[in-house]
């Protein structure tokens, strides 16, 4: 045990660092390389079964997809290709005009559990999210995080939802639009915490993130 909290040199602007010189130590972390990758690029994948986890009912309907006479087409993901947003109970209270003028994290108030997250101005991945989990985080008054992955109509999960975010922020002034996203602190985090691996920025080109 030390007597005081080791002071680590961070020069290299990133953390954590491969070396750390502590107390006469130099503990080692292996280095991130400049490109991540999904299982499906790395080994070839049959079949996907999104979620984290997924759940039993899209378990026992893979199962049964697989075991039956016709088999989906190789590389199929095994979940309906809907958005999120279609099977959310709280989808009839989504205005049409939605306006953001702020954004809010869940810890920060309580959330009206009947009405739509992202009009209470939470960030919420449903509209960038295929749906089939039963939309069960919302049932919990938490936001879809967009652990089921994209559809197959969209490129890129972040972008869409960024794009979808962006639409709806009723600031025309940069100020204006830096003060409503202001409220997301961890842009890359929050849009790509499932999938950066598969989206347009998954290579690292600077060595200072």
Partial sequence: MYDEAPTVSNDEGARPLPVAHVNGFAPTLPEFRNVVRTLGQVVDVDYIIPGCPPTPKLLKEAL???????????????APDIALCDECARKDSKPADLHIDAFRRPHTFAADSAICLLAQGVVCMGPATRGGCGAVCVAGNMACTGCFGPTSRVRDQGAKILSSLASNIPADDARG????????PDPVGTFYRYGLAASMLRRHLSPHP
Avoid at 67 to 72: E, F, M
């Fill in 64 to 78: 049964l997809a697989l075991l039956s006479g016709a088999r989906p087409p190789k590389g199929s993901v095994l």
């Fill in 177 to 184: 639009i830096d003060a409503v996203l202001a409220g997301i």
